[in-house]
């Protein structure tokens, strides 16, 4: 099935941008997922969505994740989003590479995987049934799917609701992994017959930013990415307002402009049978 067309369109258009403004994934969801493997090293790892490489980054840099993987295979078919890949990640660690797949076809032989991660992006799958058995397919027996999200946390400040406020009103239907319409997964036949429950874990966690980071964040996003270039000014405008304001603002170090940014950051963990 083709990507979602907000998804193609808008992360091709911001794909350095991307790279750029969106946080990494913290260390402590790292080994939480570490813990969750079984399987002896080295391992195989999948990771479908990849996008510009900000968690294989994060995953080949952490200190239990170094040594303990054989090959690292990425899929990802936004062309832009992979030129930025290889720019970051694949040049520099050779068991490391990046292809053009989607959900439901990544190319990977069956059962290779020890390990399969979606980072950020389950919620664009556009058929959950098809991607599910795809999963299954290429893990082997025992192998685990882990699904990751970091998400602004409205509840943790005022200005971050009024943030998200302000921008999510441009969604306009697609599915976004706030909606939840992701855990359809679960109930797909295709899941039920080849993993077991779920696990889910989360954190919150603070993440420094500024002014420009999160303005820049917004403008990562594919549907702001696709808005015309006035309509991504007033909203520039008036997101600068709403952090002048800073209801609710916990200063890291208010004479450089840094502060805390809210996050959540979910792990859902599951095992094929």
């Not at 952090?243 to 609710?248: A, F, H, P």
């Amino acid at each position: 099935m083709p990507v979602h067309s907000v998804a193609a369109n808008g992360f091709n258009t911001a794909n350095e941008l991307y790279d750029r403004a969106r946080p990494s994934y913290q260390p402590v969801a790292l080994s939480y997922i570490r813990s969750a493997v079984k399987t002896a090293d080295p391992i195989n790892v999948v990771e479908v969505g990849a996008g510009t490489g900000i968690f294989t980054r994060a995953f080949i840099a952490h200190p239990e994740w170094t040594c303990a993987f054989k090959e690292l295979r990425a899929i990802e078919p936004s062309e832009g989003m992979r030129d930025v890949f290889n720019k970051t990640v694949s040049s520099e660690h050779g068991s490391v590479s990046v292809a053009d797949g989607t959900f439901e076809e990544t190319h990977v032989e069956d059962g290779w995987a020890d390990l399969v991660v979606i980072a950020q992006a389950l919620h664009w799958a556009p058929d959950f049934g098809h991607a599910t058995e795809e999963f299954g397919r290429i893990l082997k027996p025992g192998g685990v799917l882990v699904f990751i999200w970091n998400l602004e946390d409205r509840d943790a400040a005022k200005w971050v609701a009024q943030v998200r406020d302000r921008v999510e009103q441009y969604e306009g239907g697609v599915p976004q992994y706030r909606l939840g319409l992701w855990r359809q997964i679960f109930d797909t036949a295709q899941y039920q017959k080849a993993f077991e429950a779920p696990q889910e874990k989360c954190w919150s966690i603070p993440l420094p930013a500024s002014a420009d980071i999160v303005i820049d964040r917004v403008r990562s996003k594919s549907y702001i990415a696709l808005l015309p270039d006035e309509e991504k000014a007033i909203v520039k405008e008036d997101l600068a307002r709403i952090l002048k304001k800073g209801d609710g603002k916990v200063w890291i170090n208010e004479s450089e402009g840094i502060f805390e940014y809210p996050y959540k950051v979910d792990v859902v963990v599951t095992r094929r049978k």
